[in-house]
């Protein structure tokens, strides 16, 4: 009787073990717990007046997914450790994405808030991915498109830059928009949505601070039509340093002291796009796509 017990008690404990796990391996897909998550991807800022787009975008996806934990990530590195100096701490997309595993997340939209689909972009694609179907890790992330990616993004975004303009200015005087700018060859979409543009508005011109079209391009273009005066606008995401420094600081290659040279009086405006609803439209439209291909 005293050696039977401990081994009936052992029989006891392995069926009720080999039962625990035969519900764990039938209901065990089910047990699990989807967990969907934003996750807002931007280049970045350290320009503290610059936040506030960032806000307006932050809001808005709140506003269009109440119930959906949203985290943020900048790509920029030289960013990130700039702000960790003043002790804000920022992550990377793949910081940001190995914390929402940990968090238990089990679907994952990544919206970039880049402009154009160009390396950064396709970075994040490809390391997102890399992220999807880990062993005990997000079942499945969906990448949102930047704001320029297909036709319809540019005929939207050519009525918004539309609404980025000053009441003020004339039509006889211009509208100059400065946008990034890639070796990558995204780099065609500033090109194709002032196409776009000049349908209506032949006096509104966008170039870029890193490649084609030049700032010395729209400035002959401008002496040529007799332009004497000039709106200075970003497209960009937010107003940041290249909005405040390449486009209206006082450095002589800034392009505001380029066209004042040539006797074009320039009037900056310092809004990023993610300071407007329809940019932000689009932005969140491209999330909510890729919220609908997480598939639940
Ligand atoms: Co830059």
């Known amino acids: 009787m005293k050696k039977n017990l401990p081994v009936g008690l052992l029989i006891g404990i392995a069926m009720v073990f080999l039962l625990f796990t035969q519900a764990l391996a039938s209901g065990g897909s089910r047990a699990v ?23 307006h975008i932050g809001d808005a996806v709140k506003a269009a997914f109440p119930h959906t934990p949203v985290r ?9 450790k700039k702000l960790a100096k003043q002790g804000r701490l920022l992550d990377s997309p793949e910081i940001a994405l190995a914390r929402m595993m940990d968090e238990g997340f089990t679907h ?23 992220f999807e179907g880990m062993a005990g890790g997000i079942k ?24 980025m303009i000053p009441e003020q ?5 211009a509208v ?13 979409f500033y090109a ?15 170039g870029t601070v890193e490649e084609f079209p030049e700032i010395d391009l729209i400035k002959r273009q401008l002496i040529n039509r007799k332009i004497t005066k000039a709106y200075l606008i970003p497209l960009m995401s937010v107003a940041g340093d290249h909005a405040r420094n390449d486009l209206s600081g006082d450095d002589p290659r ?36 890729a919220v609908n291909r997480l598939g639940h």
């Not at 194709?192 to 966008?206: E, H, K, S, W």
């Open 169 to 173: 200015r004339r039509p006889q005087e």
């Open 254 to 289: 800034s392009w505001k002291s380029i066209l004042t040279l040539a006797g074009i009086e320039c009037v900056p405006v310092l809004k990023g796009t993610a300071e407007f609803a329809p940019f932000v439209e689009i932005w969140i439209d491209h999330l909510k796509s």
């Open 176 to 188: 100059v928009m400065m946008g990034h700018g890639t070796s990558h060859p995204s780099n065609a």
């Open 140 to 163: 499945r992330i969906a990448v949102g498109q930047p704001l320029l990616s297909a036709d319809i993004d540019l005929a939207r975004s050519a009525d918004a830059v539309l609404k």
């Open 108 to 130: 994952v939209a990544v919206q970039s808030l880049h402009t154009i689909p160009g390396k950064e972009f396709h970075d994040l694609l490809l390391n997102a991915r890399r």
């Open 72 to 80: 943020w990530a900048y790509t920029s590195h030289m960013i990130r």
């Open 33 to 55: 717990k989807t967990k969907t998550g934003i996750l807002l991807v931007t280049f970045g800022t350290s320009v503290p007046q610059a936040q506030r787009a960032f806000d």
């Open 192 to 206: 194709a949505l002032v196409y776009r543009v000049q349908l209506n508005d032949p006096n509104l011109f966008i």
